[in-house]
């Protein structure tokens, strides 16, 4: 799409007029949550890897990257701060500011408590939506979406969401399967054919997801696709892998039933 370019292999976006890069749902503290709540434990390695595959991302785009845009969910602890989010989000804030000018944190539902963020003063912002150009970015858990746009639905061509982590599982006849974080592209109904909807993946290498491909309509998360506005079945399915790259699939609707090979 014009001014909207997914990075060859990563779940980001790039808008290369505004010279910005977009990810979403890094949920950082999800170890020390995971262990407090099931009791298990897992080696604290996810800051480094979102750090890598940031570094990765901003080294693919087609031009200067000044600008980091997170689209919710930075942190994962939904009551607090935890030990592991006071210490890790300012580790990677201080690492992605080393890499972009500014950084627009777009609040989800996990960011609340944002007390590591204080000392960056104006360096990072928090909106509840931003819109850049005819884009506007919304984490995607309000129920309350249509009055985020009612005021801009002229302007706005293209609703950029996450939250709903989506995801292909692929497999063949003897139960072989894998996992892939896919974007999706389909259309708003109620603001016309030519306003598009684009749910982002996550950045988080230990986020679960939907998997698209074999959920209902119920299944989802997002008010915004669970509603009547979007139609499921017409999205377009562009996967993900860093080996790779990019594998674009039809609509929903003409392959999800083969697709486990069942």
């Given at each position: 799409m014009e001014n909207i370019e997914i990075v060859e292999g990563y779940p980001a976006i790039y808008l290369q007029d505004e010279?910005?890069?977009?990810?979403?749902?890094?949920?950082?503290?999800?170890?020390?949550?995971?262990?407090?709540?099931?009791?298990?434990?897992?080696?604290?390695?996810?800051?480094?890897?979102?750090?890598?595959?940031?570094?990765?991302?901003?080294?693919?785009?087609?031009?200067?990257?000044?600008?980091?845009?997170?689209?919710?969910?930075?942190?994962?602890?939904?009551?607090?701060?935890?030990?592991?989010?006071?210490?890790?989000?300012?580790?990677?804030?201080?690492?992605?500011?080393?890499?972009?000018e500014e950084i627009i944190l777009v609040r989800g539902n996990h960011d609340t408590f944002l007390g590591p963020l204080k000392r960056f003063g104006a360096a990072i912002k928090i909106v509840n939506a931003l819109r850049k150009a005819d884009i506007m970015f919304i984490h995607g858990h309000n129920q309350d979406f249509s009055s985020i746009l009612k005021e801009e639905k002229e302007e706005t061509k293209n609703v950029v969401i996450a939250h709903e982590h989506p995801v292909l599982i692929l497999g063949d006849r003897v139960g072989a399967r894998v996992r892939l974080p896919c974007f999706l592209k389909g259309k708003l109904k109620r603001y016309g054919c030519d306003k598009n909807v684009i749910v982002m993946p996550a950045f988080s290498p230990l986020a679960g997801g939907t998997a698209v491909n074999v959920a209902g309509k119920d299944d989802f998360l997002s008010p915004i696709l669970k509603s009547a506005e979007v139609d499921l079945d017409e999205m377009e399915v562009y996967a993900i892998d860093e080996e790779i790259g990019t594998l674009e699939f039809p609509e929903l609707r003409k392959w999800k039933a083969v697709s486990l090979c069942l």
């Open positions: 010279e910005a890069l977009c990810i979403a749902d890094l949920h950082l503290g999800y170890e020390e949550a995971l262990a407090a709540s099931s009791g298990i434990a897992l080696p604290s390695r996810q800051l480094k890897d979102v750090e890598h595959k940031l570094e990765a991302a901003i080294s693919k785009c087609k031009g200067k990257t000044s600008q980091l845009i997170i689209n919710g969910d930075l942190k994962h602890v939904f009551s607090e701060s935890s030990k592991q989010e006071w210490k890790e989000v300012p580790m990677f804030i201080d690492f992605a500011l080393n890499r972009v």
